[in-house]
Structures are given as C-alpha cells and as structure tokens.
C-alpha cells in the first residue's frame, strides 16, 4: 500500500474564515491524489481529483473556486476551503493511487467544525 | 437510484458468528471491486479486492457475481474487532463510488 498523511486532523474554526488542508504522499510520487468528503452516517463523495501540475478536476456540484485544489508537487496536494460556513463542517479525507489500475490509499483525514 | 447500495444494517452478531453482507451496482461496465473497512471517525482501509473467480484471505470471502452485478462479503468467526462499517467500492470509470456502508456490531 501506500502512506498518505494529512494535516490538520481537526480544525475548528468561525464561519467565513477559510481552511487549508495539506495531503502528502510519504512513499511515492502521486501525479494525481483525490479529495472527497464525507457527512455523518453517509458515503464517501469524490469532490474532486487533484492533477500535479495542471488544474483539478472538479465533480458535479462541487464549487470550484470555494474548494481550492493546489497540486504543486508530486507529494503535496492542497485543499482551501475559502469563507467556511456551518454547512462545511465534514471529515474531509484525500487520497493516493500508486498505479490506474490499484486501489486508493486514503489519508487519516480531516475533520473540519465550522462554528 | 444509487450507483452503489447496501444494506445499512446494523448487524449484530455474536462473537465466533458467520456473517454475510451484499451489495449491488447499477453501472455494468465497472471495472474492479473491493470492499473497505472503516471504522468510527477513521479513514477507510482496504480489507481486501473483489475478483470473479471469489477470493479469501483468512476469515474473509468476497465473492463477485458481473451477471447480476452483486458483491458479497463474508466473515467467518467474528472478532469484537471486527466491528466497523464495511463499505462496498466500486471503480468506475476509474473513479471509485462508495457505498454507504454496513455496520457490523460483534457482541460477546
């Protein structure tokens, strides 16, 4: 498998305020990681795959320039969620594909609390 | 309809109990199977892929039927640790679609 971290694990932070979640590969080069987010008692969803180098691209539904992706390296990528609001709050999870046709390897996450 | 279902559960079950779960997809074409283990306010780790031909490995068995496009999970001799919620993952299109999982409670 592969080794992904995440950081922060928690943040709590004032609605309109905005949050930088950083993922990092530790044992590989990743050309693509992926976000997704999960709600209390409800599946993942995939927001959006994060491309080294290029833009993201973003799943239906998800705003774009609210969830900013940075992938600027082959270990880091970046998620900003600008002016949080309640509705934000989640456990926000990235991950990490070693090949197309592996699986993913998720990160520990990130539980985000919007007051 | 869902592109992944599940049965929510939960299930609860004695300890040293068989337990199975099951799972349908709706997108014919999709291309590989696995089942993921998470547990609460944790990521989701993988517990094992999913092939045709049935896999195990140890007190697991996964079993895959294309034709009717159901997956099933089954846990012989249930640990307390097995207790999690088994999420059901396809790949399709090279994008992995969760199901929303199964809660397994193992009781002594």
């Known amino acids: 498998g592969a080794v992904v971290s995440q950081h922060p694990s928690r943040v709590i932070c004032k609605s309109g305020t905005s949050v930088k979640i950083e993922c990092r590969s530790l044992d590989f080069q990743a050309t693509t990681m992926f976000w997704y987010r999960q709600f209390p008692k409800q599946s993942l969803m995939l927001m959006a795959t994060?491309?080294?180098?290029?833009?993201?691209?973003?799943e239906q539904g998800v705003e774009k320039d609210k969830f900013l992706i940075n992938h600027a390296s082959l270990t880091l990528s970046t998620l900003t969620v600008t002016s949080a609001h309640p509705e934000d709050s989640s456990f926000y999870i990235c991950?990490?594909?070693?090949?197309?046709?592996?699986?993913?390897?998720f990160g520990p996450g990130t539980r985000l609390t919007v007051l | 309809r869902k592109e992944v279902e599940q049965d929510p559960g939960p299930f609860n079950v004695p300890e040293g109990a068989t337990v199975a779960f099951n799972c349908t997809y709706s997108?014919?074409?999709?291309?590989?199977f696995f089942w993921y283990r998470q547990d609460c306010r944790k990521e989701p780790k993988l517990l094992m892929s999913v092939y045709s031909s049935g896999n195990e490995d140890g007190r697991f068995t996964a079993q895959l039927n294309r034709a009717s496009q159901y997956i099933s999970l089954l846990i012989r001799d249930s640990k307390l640790s097995d207790s999690a919620t088994y999420l059901c993952?396809?790949?399709?299109?090279?994008?992995?679609?969760f199901g929303a999982g199964t809660i397994l409670r193992v009781k002594s």
């Open positions: 997108n014919s074409a999709s291309q590989s």
């Open positions: 994060s491309n080294e180098g290029s833009k993201a691209t973003y």
């Open positions: 991950s990490v594909r070693p090949n197309p046709t592996d699986t993913q390897y």
């Open positions: 993952v396809v790949n399709s299109l090279n994008k992995l679609v």
